[in-house]
């Protein structure tokens, strides 16, 4: 039996079962035993993880070669502007190397996100904007590092897909099955 969850990880959880110091795990959302994540995400950001018990789904899923493309919304400090977009689009050099081009675009602020607790601090004196960007490598807190790189730093942080598969209906907390194949 092959088996693929699709969870909503909450703001502030961390991306594993086993416990680390006080912070909240997995565990605290998800009863199914035998499955562990396809790749993670950082415990300061929300959304999408895949959770298999597949070894072969794993590694596809996370493989860079595999070509999947994973969705974010970013909400960052100050106004994306044209070129900053287009570093993006291009790819950006940070410590650990040159990124591959990612898509990019500015957004409007997404109207059916949920709110994060606690929220992002408001500053009047600061603007905000919203980034769509979708890239198919998998670097630690690449995103987060790529927005600071051209100027924006990333505010909030949420994957809401990871090739066909999406949060679509899913609250944070929330997961569902989306594969129970017999091998």
Known sequence: ????????????????FSPEQDKT??????????????GRLDYDSEGLMLLTDDGKLQAQITDPESHKYKTYLVQVEGEVDRKALIRLQ??????DG?????????????????PRDPPIRYRKNIPTSWVEIQ???????????M???????????????ID?????????GEYRMVQETDD
């Open 1 to 16: 039996m092959s088996r693929l969850l699709v969870f909503n990880k909450p703001f502030q959880v961390i991306s594993q």
């Open 25 to 38: 795990t997995l565990a605290a959302f998800i009863d199914v035993a035998g499955v562990y994540p396809a």
């Open 90 to 95: 291009r790819g950006v050099e940070l410590k």
């Open 98 to 114: 040159r990124t591959l081009p990612a898509r990019a675009r500015k957004i409007d602020p997404p109207a059916s996100l949920w």
């Open 135 to 145: 890239i198919r490598e998998g670097r630690n807190r690449q995103v987060r590092r």
């Open 147 to 161: 927005t600071a790189a051209v100027g924006c730093p990333a505010l909030r942080l949420i994957r809401t897909q």
């Open 164 to 172: 066909e598969w999406t949060l679509d209906g899913l609250q944070p």
